[in-house]
């Protein structure tokens, strides 16, 4: 007599490859490597960076995603700012990939309709850059304040309640304006040369009351 396994395993079998198939052409999300930056467009190519375990002519290898090509790169902003970043070939990623076609989205901005009626396809991915594997992890990485820092941590701007430090020179296009507080009494304190108007004000002297000329500041 024939066991259930028996009279169902040739149905059983179908439904798990129709499954299989469909889990494997569903795309949720995926770390990648960036291979091409266009700026202008804000779009990255990416590399997939996991391999992919298929059957090939009844042989199963594996096998690498194809390059995802115009995807577009997280930025981050809101409310008329925004923080732009220097993506770069070789950074990692994670690509997440719509529910939806989103190229009329991406081409006009506000609500579209779909152009064609793919879902969690590879071709309607978005890029978010900064997810990193751990040989790429960002050494001494500041579990107490807010930074904005070179990956060496040789630059960076650093944020703590009530205090800011800058490791870097420092330009300002612009005016500069101070105001004190009750904790630091708008005192301003200058380790090395201070120049104003290109004079050195650590050794400046001018023309004395009587004639001759000063010593340096005091």
């Known amino acids: 007599m024939l ?17 299989n198939d469909f889990f494997r052409l569903l795309r949720v999300a995926i770390p990648g490597i960036i291979t091409e ?26 096998v690498e995603l194809p390059l995802l090509i115009h995807v577009p790169f997280f930025v981050y902003s809101g409310g008329g700012y925004t923080i732009p970043l220097p993506v770069a070939p070789g950074d990692e990623c994670l690509v997440v990939f719509a529910d939806m076609c989103f190229d009329a989205w ?3 901005g506000g609500i579209q309709n779909q152009v064609e009626r793919r879902r969690h396809d590879l071709s309607d991915g978005l890029a978010i850059i900064g997810f ?19 990956e060496d941590g040789g630059t960076f701007i650093d944020l703590t309640p009530g205090q800011v430090t800058i490791n870097a020179n420092v330009a300002i296009n612009g005016n500069l304006t101070t105001s004190g507080n009750s904790k630091t009494g708008g005192n301003h304190t200058v380790t090395g040369t201070l120049r104003g108007g290109g004079i050195n004000m650590n050794s400046h002297t001018h023309r004395g ?4 000329t000063t010593g340096g500041p005091q």
Do not use: F
């Not at 266009?38 to 960076?49: E, G, K, L, N, R």
């Not at 009351?209 to 001759?212: L, R």
């Open 132 to 150: 990193r594997s751990q040989m790429k992890r960002i050494p001494g990485y500041s579990g107490s304040s807010v930074q904005v820092r070179t």
């Open 209 to 212: 009351d009587s004639g001759g």
């Open 37 to 62: 930056v266009d700026y202008a467009a804000q779009t990255v190519s990416v590399q997939p960076s996991v391999r992919e375990k298929i059957n090939l002519d009844g042989t199963y290898q594996w």
């Open 106 to 108: 991406w081409q006009s």
């Open 3 to 19: 066991s259930v396994e028996n009279r169902t395993g040739g149905v059983l079998d179908e439904d798990r490859r129709q499954r």
